[in-house]
Nanobody
Framework: QSTLVASGGGSVQPGGSLRLTCATS???????VGWFRQAPGKEREGVAC?????????FTDAVKGRFAISAEDEFWNAVYLQMDSLIPDDTAIYLC???????????????????WGQGTQVTVSP
């Protein structure tokens, strides 16, 4: 059974940093991993994704220049979301998702992913 486990959330002040980890366990080699977030009263939003084999990455405009996504190694046992210069609007539950059959795009569409992990809370406040 394939699973994803997200971790690394916490509470930080504006300007702080966090690194989220998506630990993957999949019978099939993953083609893409993405991070999504959902704040209270808001729709789920695609934050970033990374494609295996071709190495492309995509970010929503709100986090460009502040967030980075990377895979631990060629086996993709973990995918990281490095979040710097955090602002209060980044407060949300962050979820990781994966696909073994398709690549992600700049649309950061949840429909590109079939495997979802649980969320980890990120809170940014003074």
């Amino acid at each position: 059974q394939s699973t994803l486990v997200a971790s690394g959330g916490g509470s930080v002040q504006p300007g702080g940093s966090l690194r989220l980890t998506c630990a993957t366990s999949s019978h099939s080699k993953l083609s893409a991993v993405g991070w999504f977030r959902q704040a209270p009263g808001k729709e789920r939003e695609g934050v970033a994704c990374i494609n295996n084999y071709i190495g492309t990455t995509y970010f929503t405009d709100a986090v460009k220049g502040r967030f980075a996504i990377s895979a631990e190694d060629e086996f993709w046992n973990a995918v990281y979301l490095q979040m710097d210069s955090l602002i209060p609007d980044d407060t949300a539950i962050y979820l990781c998702a994966a696909s073994a059959s398709s690549f992600c795009s700049d649309q950061l569409s949840p429909q590109d992913f079939h495997l979802w992990g649980q969320g980890t809370q990120v809170t940014v406040s003074p």
